[in-house]
Structures are given as C-alpha cells and as structure tokens.
C-alpha cells in the first residue's frame, strides 16, 4: 500500500477511535442519544379488556415533555435501555480497566435464587467522569455482557420500571456507600484497581462480602448530572411510614428501598399494603391509601 493512504487511513482510524473514546458514559435516549435521564414503564400485558404484546412500553425523559408510547419492543437492543446497555455490551466497557460495572438483581439470569439480599436490581458503569445508574424491576435482567442484550420471558405478563440517571463520579461515590444499605446481589461486576481506594466498599460488594453498616437505613440526595434532584432510600419500614407522605411520588419500589420524585406529585404511598402504587402513567393516578 501506498505510505500515503495508509498514513490517512491510520488518520481516520485515530479519528474513529477518539470519537469512541471520547463519549461520556450516559443514559441513552431511544434515538441512542445521551439524555439526562429516563424512565421506561413496560406495560402488563394483560389490561382491562385486553391482551397485549407484554414487551410495549412507555416513555419519558428529561427532554420529552410527556409520556410516549415507544415504536420499540422492550425485548430488542433498540429502544433507551438497550442504546443504554449498549455502552456495556457493544462497547466492551466491562473488559475495560478505566470503567467500573456491576449488574445486580435479587433473581440473577441464569444463577439460582440466593436468599439475603436486597430486592433491588440495577446496573451501575462509570469512569471517573461520569456513568449512569438504571434502576428497574426487572427479574433475571439484565445478561450477562458477554451474552448480549436478552430480555427475559418472565418479565413480559407484569409491569414493569426502569429508570436511567446520568450522575457525575462524585456522586457515584455516594451511590457506592448508599448500596452498602440496599446490600444487592452483584452477579457480575469489575472494580478496577484505580477506584478501589475511592470505593472500597463497593469493591467489597463486587467481591461478594458484606461491609459493615452504620445504621439500618439510609436515604440519598442525588443530584443528576443537569442538576435534576432524586433521593434514593434503603429503609426499615418503619422509617419509611413516618418519612413519607402522600404527595410524594412513586416511581419505583422494592422491598428492601425505592424512588422517590419529589417534583411532580401523580402517585400515591399506600401504607395499607406496605408498598409504594407503582402507578400506570396511563391511568390518572389517585389515593390508594
Ligand atoms: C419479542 O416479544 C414478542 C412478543 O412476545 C415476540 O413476538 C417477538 O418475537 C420477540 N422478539 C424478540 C427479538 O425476542
Ligand atoms: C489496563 O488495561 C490496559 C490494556 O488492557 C493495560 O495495558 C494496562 O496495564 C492496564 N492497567 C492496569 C492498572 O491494570
Ligand atoms: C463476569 O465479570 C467478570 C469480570 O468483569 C468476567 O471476567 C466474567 O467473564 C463475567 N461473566 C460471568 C459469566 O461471570
């Protein structure tokens, strides 16, 4: 080959790779975009009066003003949360030593149930810029990354939440402590060897140990990265009775912790049953209490 052209293809090459590289790790929107964060309500497929696919679902993040109903199936890579998941899989980001990852979920793919642990599910990768935190309720999701985006059968006839925020590193050292509380089963993670001093106790739970706690409950104020305020809470129930009050909103719920978006009063706490109305955005929520 000429050393000309081959200098401009090195060029391009270089050129491909530093846009690669260079892109933050983000909540992805559904056109693949970095968003702030969002929120994917998976539809139950059986409604009143009607049976449906159980992979439609329905959409919201920091730029659309209102929910929408996706064109995605849930069980393809297309769509928010696999052009999120994307980063991890396609990208290769959990063989990389610069990032860190950690799938969790109480009903791991694959892998027996182990009694224990919090009932929270989730994936957290970052660098030392910035990542995302995808919270959802999904069982046996997500795969493992060597496997690919695969949604699960048994999470098609429930409804279900995922919600994605974008936070910057420093608050991932605050989501590390705070996952010391909710205490997930991390079925597949990396804490490479340049963030363990920052989050040692992570490290631990990616080790499968248990760290020490200081309390038995603890609540977050996470600001995202445009500033957008979440508060995350691992609790007792009892701290959670008197802590909350209706006009606080629902988005996501466990057993063990949950979600709370303070700004837009739409659901109510349902302290009979001793768990949050995960509320369908379709149906105009009410008091459930
Ligand atoms: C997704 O789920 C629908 C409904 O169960 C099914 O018809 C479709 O083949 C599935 N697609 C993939 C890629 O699994
Ligand atoms: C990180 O990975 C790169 C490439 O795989 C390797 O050259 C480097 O030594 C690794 N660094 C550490 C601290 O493990
Ligand atoms: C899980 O993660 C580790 C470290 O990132 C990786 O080496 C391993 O192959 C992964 N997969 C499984 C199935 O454990």
């Known amino acids: 080959m000429d050393t000309r052209l081959s200098s401009r293809l090195q060029i391009i090459i270089l050129c491909v790779c530093c846009t690669e590289c260079s892109t933050d790790i983000s909540c992805r929107n559904e056109a693949g975009e970095p968003v702030d964060w969002f929120i994917i309500y998976k539809l139950p497929r059986y409604k009143i009066g009607e049976v449906g696919s159980g992979v439609d679902y329905m959409y919201l993040d920091s730029s659309v003003g209102s929910w929408q109903m996706s064109k995605y199936m849930v069980n393809t890579s297309q769509g928010a949360i696999g052009n999120t998941l994307k980063q991890l899989y396609t990208g290769q980001a959990y063989k990389s030593n610069s990032s860190v990852y950690a799938l969790y979920n109480d009903g791991p793919p694959i892998l027996d149930y182990i009694k224990g642990y919090g009932h929270t599910k989730g994936v957290l990768l970052f660098d030392h810029s910035q990542g995302f935190w995808l919270s959802h309720s999904i069982p046996h ?4 990354p060597e496997r690919g985006y695969l949604y699960p059968s048994s999470g098609k006839v429930n409804g279900q939440t995922a919600l994605c925020m974008t936070y910057d590193y420093d608050q991932f050292l605050s989501i590390a402590k705070h996952m010391v509380y909710l205490y997930p089963r991390f079925y597949n993670c990396s804490v490479p060897a340049a963030f363990t001093l920052d989050l040692s106790q992570l490290a631990q739970l990616c080790e499968g140990s248990k760290p020490r706690l200081a309390s038995d409950r603890n609540v977050e104020h996470l600001s995202s990265i ?3 305020q979440f508060v995350s809470f691992a609790k007792s129930e009892h701290f959670v009775d008197a ?9 996501q719920t466990s057993t063990r912790g949950g979600w709370l978006r303070l700004w837009v009063p739409t659901c109510w706490w349902s302290p009979g049953r001793d768990q949050f109305t995960s509320c369908p955005p379709t149906a105009p929520c009410r008091n459930t209490s």
């Open 141 to 144: 999701f997500p795969s493992f």
């Open 226 to 228: 445009k500033g957008e």
């Open 243 to 251: 802590e909350l009050t209706p006009s606080m909103a629902i988005l």
